[in-house]
């Protein structure tokens, strides 16, 4: 499990959850907010060239290779998408 630095104290990791995983956004080393999902819609969810996924408090928007990570409506950090991919566990 790694962490992708988002901004100062601010990380995003993506964790395994049963059959699914648990992307999760911390701020200050407390979980901030966090989204299971299945492996299969996020590397879908890659595939696209512009695309959004989930709706609430943690929302990711994808234009050309580059990932939003919003919360709460205010985009707290801009990742490429190969760093995003290399956070996703391989399935069981």
Do not use: H
């Not at 911390?26 to 979980?31: A, I, L, M, R, V």
């Not at 994808?62 to 990570?69: A, E, G």
């Not at 919003?70 to 998408?81: D, H, L, M, N, T």
């Amino acid at each position: 499990m790694g962490k992708l630095l988002l901004a100062k104290k601010t990380y995003l990791s993506i964790e395994p959850f049963q059959k699914k995983v648990r992307l999760v956004v911390y701020q200050n080393k407390e979980e901030w907010v966090c989204r299971k999902e299945r492996i299969k819609n996020l590397k879908e969810f890659l595939q696209l060239k512009k695309a959004r996924i989930f709706k609430g408090r943690l929302q990711l928007y994808t234009i050309r290779n580059k990932i939003d990570i919003e919360v709460k409506r205010e985009v707290v950090g801009i990742i490429s998408a190969t760093a995003f991919q290399q956070l996703i566990p391989m399935p069981l």
